[in-house]
């Protein structure tokens, strides 16, 4: 299995930025295509972009599209999410997962999940 372990997340002001990195440790990290989801207080778990086992396609939610960027360093066992443009409504936590013999936007494809780090994003 894969441990996953988030950082990078704080606070920011509207229109600011953030890269969040996903650090994977266990088995061969090649082995998972990755994705980043979020969480807002009193809402489900959402998807927000994934990648690739080797990083060649990724996929974006709507929100995320034209803002948000993932890629993914297999020599360092990392994911990131590069966060532009940032709005009060990107305010959640944001976590990683790791799937194998999947990729895409449903939740319950990945196997292994993060502890999350908080992204607070103010007017």
């Known amino acids: 299995q894969v441990q996953l372990v988030e950082s990078g997340g704080g606070l920011v002001q509207a229109g600011g930025s953030l890269r969040l990195s996903c650090a994977a440790s266990?088995?061969?990290?090649?082995?998972?295509?990755m994705g980043w989801f979020r969480q807002a207080p009193g809402k489900e778990r959402e998807f927000v972009a994934a990648?690739?086992?080797?990083?060649?396609?990724?996929d974006y939610a709507d929100s995320a599209k034209d803002r948000f960027t993932i890629s993914r360093d297999n020599a360092k066992n990392t994911v990131y999410l590069q966060m532009n443009s940032l709005k009060p409504e990107d305010t959640a936590v944001y976590y990683c997962?790791?799937?194998?013999?999947?990729?895409?936007?449903?939740?319950?494809?990945?196997?292994?999940w993060g502890q999350g780090t908080q992204v607070t994003v103010s007017s």
């Open positions: 997962a790791a799937a194998t013999g999947y990729y895409g936007s449903y939740r319950r494809g990945y196997s292994y």
């Open positions: 266990g088995r061969t990290f090649s082995d998972y295509s």
């Open positions: 990648i690739s086992r080797s990083g060649a396609s990724t």
